[in-house]
């Protein structure tokens, strides 16, 4: 069972930036595929940003043109690359880990906060 701690989360203004890590302690490459997700308060978890392991991305319509999701295999590490955000991206943003086999998983980190003020 692959460790996910995720970090890089706080207080930001609206129109700023923020780059999230998650670090695992296996190699990211044993997993299908890595992907950002995001829980605001009395809201259901969404997916955000996920990585496969061939490297295709997929990003949730609201976070768009603004996110980026990026590994650094050597580390074991995938990125969140957050850029314009809004009040509305405020959440716990948790890192999570998909296994090829359907019977594994998905991993999830603990998460951190993000909480972009107006």
């Known amino acids: 069972q692959v460790q996910l701690v995720e970090s890089g989360g706080g207080l930001v203004q609206a129109g700023g930036s923020l780059r999230l890590s998650c670090a695992a302690s296996?190699?990211?490459?044993?997993?299908?595929?890595m992907g950002w997700a995001r829980q605001a308060p009395g809201k259901q978890r969404e997916l955000v940003a996920t990585l496969t392991s061939g490297g295709r991305t997929n990003y949730a319509d609201s976070v768009k043109g603004r996110f980026t999701i990026s590994r650094d295999n050597a580390k074991n590490t995938v990125y969140l690359q957050m850029n314009s955000l809004k009040p509305e991206d405020t959440a716990v943003y948790y890192c999570?880990?998909?296994?090829?086999?359907?019977?594994?998983?998905?991993?999830w980190g603990q998460g951190t906060q993000v909480t972009v003020s107006s």
């Open positions: 999570n880990a998909e296994s090829f086999s359907s019977s594994l998983g998905p991993y």
């Open positions: 296996a190699s990211i490459f044993r997993y299908k595929a």
